[in-house]
């Protein structure tokens, strides 16, 4: 009876694990999809995704779960990868392309990682580096041998592809061609009759003519408290003994021996020291010679700025020389040495009586954030037991206030960094809350209304309305000038003529900057036939330009390196759109076709 019982648990049991692992990667699912007659394997979209999840991993340095790599489409910029290659192998066994054994074999043996140390195929190698991917030979092969074909396939349609040559010499033509023109500038300066002030009429036409350039942006009225260090130094005291502690301890900053500014050539030994200083006693040599023989330059020697502790032995010598003269041999930390003195720099003390000033407002603002800090705490629980601003600043050291806060806003208040941070994000369901900027002071507010876009009131907005009429109105004058006297230079064709400062540009290339004229003045020359005049406006000026000659490219070296760098890019761009409409059409006839359990399966084992 016992026996019988056992041998039906073991039975209901066995039936029960038959159906273990059916969507494991180990267990009865292979495929992930098919396209034409060719699988998508299993272990390649896995080996796929890992690769692409670990090489993100490696740029950001943080773990990447399936949930972010979901997100940014990762999951499928691979499966549309291998459904890729899938569909060109569907189509190159169609052709019948394929390599022979012994062509893999050379492949095969020709890879580094699967040789020995005397650089010959080794087998426990191939066996081995193939384990450690995860492959076995037959996978590794198939693969390599389907790799191959793909290759073969896209060389046959990649190769000997040529653009036409009109278009490379359309595109060099198009940048490099070059024009000479004579050109002049008109400015209000010039202007025959100066534009008389504008009455309150003429600017409330213009005004109500262009609502647009006279809008208010998007504003947040803001109700604040606010307390910074410099609010509470009256309450904060620092006692005499600190004062005296801190300049103590500053004693490198307010009391500074003399220094002198020193070059130093060290040698190897003192013979040779003593012989390069005799060479400079008796005008042999120069101190730049001697360092330029030792293959160093000056920015070598350099010590900058010393004072006696930093030269040892030497300080006597050095600090009795006079600036200019080179002294030495002297010893050093690295041998004997010649010293050239380039400058001196005095001794600077700071009596603590002048430095006490100073010294007492950094202690008085550190002790003061100290303060706030502490103070921060108990005004959180007042917020937090329902205080107002309102009450806050009767009942604290904050100071409460108003602003009308906008991106563009950054005095007052505004100028806080954090305190603009905090009102880009505020709403109008946000409890105020405590923020500390970076200098120590502390902050709440509380949005009251959002201001939409609008217009900006005439009063408020006259004399950016003045400046844009005059502006206008200056263009207009400046234009009507600027074509009479393009009429008279159609009958003289003398530009000295006008008055105006001239100046002629030779061979100037589309991209040229030319200094006093509209962005697009380049454009418009070149849009113009030969001896052609025309009257370009610009903000506050005009100018006028007669296009002179039309030259073709200069043939330079640099020309015919930008043709060759335009005819590789070009038939690249075109192989590669011919590869790229193969693949298209070999996708098309392949009917790809996607097991999405067994993608989830897939997905399920990176969680």
């Known amino acids: 009876m016992s026996k019988t019982f056992v041998w039906i648990i073991l039975a209901l049991l066995i039936v029960g694990l038959a159906g273990f692992g059916a969507t494991n990667l180990s267990g ?24 692409e999840i670990r090489a993100i991993e490696a740029q950001s340095g943080q773990a990447l779960p399936m949930s972010q790599v979901r997100a940014m489409g990762l999951d499928q910029v691979v499966l549309s990868r291998l459904v890729g290659l899938a569909s060109i192998d569907n189509e190159v066994a169609g052709l019948g392309i394929s390599i022979g054994d012994g062509n893999l074999q050379r492949e095969i043996v020709q890879i580094p990682a699967f040789q020995g140390i005397d650089g010959t195929f080794d087998r426990e190698a191939y066996r081995f580096a193939l384990s450690q991917a995860g492959l076995n030979e037959t996978e590794f092969e198939d693969d390599l041998r389907a790799e191959s074909a793909r290759t073969l396939v896209q060389g046959a349609i ?41 009455t309150p009429e003429q600017l409330q036409g213009y005004y109500d003519a262009h609502p647009d350039e006279f809008m208010l942006p998007e504003t947040k009225r803001l109700t604040y408290v606010l307390m910074t260090p410099e609010m509470i130094l009256d309450e904060v005291e620092v006692d005499e003994s600190a004062l005296r502690d801190l300049y103590d301890s500053r004693s490198a900053e307010y009391d500074v ?169 505020v709403t109008q369901d946000d409890f105020p809350e405590i923020d500390f ?20 009131p005439f009063a408020s907005a006259r004399p950016k309305v003045a400046d844009a009429w005059m502006l206008e109105q200056t263009g207009a004058a400046l234009r009507e000038q600027a074509e009479d006297i393009a ?24 991209t040229a900057f030319v200094d006093g004229t509209p962005a697009d003045f380049m454009t418009q020359v070149f849009e113009m036939d030969k001896g052609e005049l025309r009257v370009i406006s610009g903000p506050g000026s005009v100018v006028i ?55 989830n399966a897939v997905q399920a084992s990176f969680q």
């Open 158 to 198: 990649m190769a000997g592809t040529e653009m036409p040559q009109t278009l490379t010499d359309t595109m060099v033509d198009y940048i490099a061609a070059r024009r000479s023109f004579t050109w002049a500038r008109l400015s209000a300066e010039q202007l025959q009759t100066p534009i008389p002030d504008p």
């Open 437 to 456: 900027t970076e200098d120590g002071a502390i902050f709440a507010q509380r949005l009251e209304e959002v201001l939409a876009v609008r217009p900006e």
């Open 28 to 51: 009865t699912i292979r495929t992930i999809g098919y396209a034409g007659d060719q699988s998508i394997s299993v272990d390649a979209y896995a080996r796929e995704l890992q690769r």
């Open 487 to 510: 009429a008279r230079l159609e009958e003289t064709g003398d530009f000295a003529a006008t008055g105006l400062p001239v100046r002629v540009e030779n061979s100037m290339t589309r």
């Open 257 to 425: 021996p003399e220094r002198r500014l020193v070059e130093r050539l060290v040698f190897s030994d003192q013979p040779a020291a003593s012989s390069a200083k005799a060479q400079l006693d008796v005008n042999g040599t120069t101190f730049e010679a001697l360092v330029e023989q030792r293959g160093l330059a000056l920015a070598d020697i350099d010590l900058g700025d010393v004072t006696r502790d930093d030269l040892g032995d030497a300080a006597d010598d050095v600090f009795a020389a006079e600036v200019g003269s080179v002294v030495g041999p002297l010893p050093s930390s690295l041998g004997p040495a010649l010293f050239r003195i380039n400058g001196t720099l005095a001794a600077r003390v700071t009596p603590f009586e002048d430095a006490e000033e100073e010294l007492r407002a950094e202690l008085a603002g550190d002790r003061a954030r100290r303060l706030i800090e502490a103070r921060a705490e108990e005004i959180n629980d007042l917020m937090a037991g329902g205080a107002t601003l309102e009450e806050l600043a009767g009942e604290t050291d904050m100071e409460l206030g108003t602003v009308n806060w906008t991106s563009d806003a950054h005095e007052g208040i505004a100028a806080y960094e954090e305190f603009r941070a905090a009102a880009a994000a």
């Open 545 to 599: 330009v007669r296009l002179d000659e039309t030259l073709p490219p200069d043939e330079t070296d640099e020309l015919a390196a930008m043709q060759t760098a335009f005819a590789d890019g070009l038939d690249q761009a075109l192989a590669e759109a011919l590869f790229e409409a193969f693949m298209r059409d070999a996708r098309l006839r392949a009917k790809p076709q996607i097991d999405q359990q067994a993608l």
